[in-house]
């Protein structure tokens, strides 16, 4: 089964599928309250061999998922190159420290830095800048697991902070995250940059939930379902190469990453 693929007509602000392709081109959530970045894209669906990957990583621990499931985000990266500057502050939406040290590891900066290894030869021109240490959050949050969008909002109110203002301030930045489903936390990591003085905000994701078509069948529909957090020393063969990209054997964290306002 391969890893479904985001296709048809999408909001050029957020990425969620629309119903029709004909004007207005924007989602409603985007018309009634646009968000505070310029354009959020992905690479596939939430759903899947997509979704089982990404639980691969976060929940089992199974950090080698991270150097193919970067190269799709660095093609989804790709996608901005029309709009996006060429030169961006790379920032991973970070975890709080307590789930960070329970994990072992932030997926979104293991995602970013593989990434951004394989645009550094595929579009040499880009200057992107991993900047892991710039954004922070500064609050546990709940899981937003079985939240309404508004509960979800509030949830992540005010959860984010930057660690050097001055090194945003008048910068492009390109935020990662593994999925976005309502945008909530897109927007408040966005929201925190641009009042820190970032210039522009751009997201770029591996996975986007259909909130849009699931919203209309309820919640349970379209939330990624829970998972309690889980380490183990070592995954099972089969899951190792069911995942994996053969043609990359070599550690999925980029060695001497430059990191800022660290």
Same mark, same amino acid.
């Given at each position: #089964?391969?890893?479904?693929?985001?296709?048809?007509?999408?909001?050029?602000?957020?990425?969620?599928?629309?119903?029709?392709?004909?004007?207005? $081109?924007?989602?409603?959530?985007?018309?009634?309250?646009?968000?505070?970045?310029?354009?959020?894209?992905?690479?596939?669906?939430?759903?899947?061999?997509?979704?089982?990957?990404?639980?691969?990583?976060?929940?089992?621990?199974?950090?080698?998922?991270?150097?193919?499931?970067?190269?799709?985000?660095?093609?989804? =990266?790709?996608?901005?190159?029309?709009?996006?500057?060429?030169?961006?502050?790379?920032?991973?939406?970070?975890?709080?420290?307590?789930?960070?040290?329970?994990?072992?590891?932030?997926?979104?900066?293991?995602?970013?830095?593989?990434?951004?290894?394989?645009?550094?030869? $595929?579009?040499?021109?880009? *200057?992107?800048?991993?900047?892991?240490?710039?954004?922070?959050?500064?609050?546990?949050?709940?899981?937003?697991?079985?939240?309404?969008?508004?509960?979800?909002?509030?949830?992540?109110?005010?959860?984010?902070?930057?660690?050097?203002?001055?090194?945003?301030?008048?910068?492009? =930045?390109?935020?990662?995250?593994? =999925?976005?489903?309502?945008?909530?936390?897109?927007?408040?990591?966005?929201?925190?940059?641009?009042?820190?003085?970032?210039?522009?905000?751009?997201?770029?994701?591996?996975?986007?939930?259909?909130?849009?078509?699931?919203?209309?069948?309820?919640?349970?529909?379209?939330?990624?379902?829970?998972?309690?957090?889980?380490?183990?020393?070592?995954?099972?063969?089969? #899951?190792?190469?069911?995942?994996?990209?053969?043609? *990359?054997?070599?550690? $999925?964290?980029?060695?001497?990453?430059?990191?800022?306002?660290?």
């Amino acid at each position: #089964m391969e890893f479904p693929l985001q296709s048809g007509p999408v909001c050029v602000r957020c990425g969620d599928t629309l119903e029709s392709p004909a004007p207005p $081109s924007l989602c409603r959530a985007c018309r009634l309250a646009p968000p505070p970045y310029e354009r959020a894209v992905a690479y596939g669906i939430y759903d899947g061999r997509m979704r089982e990957a990404i639980h691969a990583l976060k929940y089992d621990g199974l950090q080698p998922v991270a150097q193919r499931l970067g190269g799709m985000l660095a093609e989804a =990266i790709v996608q901005l190159a029309r709009e996006a500057p060429a030169e961006m502050l790379v920032v991973p939406v970070p975890l709080h420290r307590g789930k960070r040290a329970q994990r072992g590891f932030n997926q979104a900066r293991l995602l970013a830095a593989e990434a951004l290894r394989r645009l550094a030869g $595929s579009h040499p021109h880009w *200057h992107l800048t991993l900047a892991a240490r710039t954004l922070l959050r500064q609050r546990a949050t709940e899981s937003q697991f079985g939240l309404s969008p508004h509960q979800r909002r509030l949830n992540v109110r005010g959860a984010f902070t930057v660690s050097d203002p001055d090194a945003v301030a008048g910068r492009a =930045i390109l935020l990662i995250d593994d =999925i976005l489903t309502t945008g909530a936390t897109a927007r408040a990591a966005a929201r925190a940059l641009r009042r820190a003085g970032a210039a522009s905000v751009w997201v770029a994701t591996l996975a986007r939930a259909r909130r849009g078509a699931a919203q209309q069948q309820g919640m349970a529909a379209w939330q990624p379902e829970h998972v309690p957090e889980r380490k183990t020393d070592a995954a099972p063969a089969s #899951m190792h190469d069911r995942f994996m990209d053969s043609s *990359h054997g070599q550690s $999925s964290f980029q060695e001497g990453e430059k990191d800022v306002a660290g």
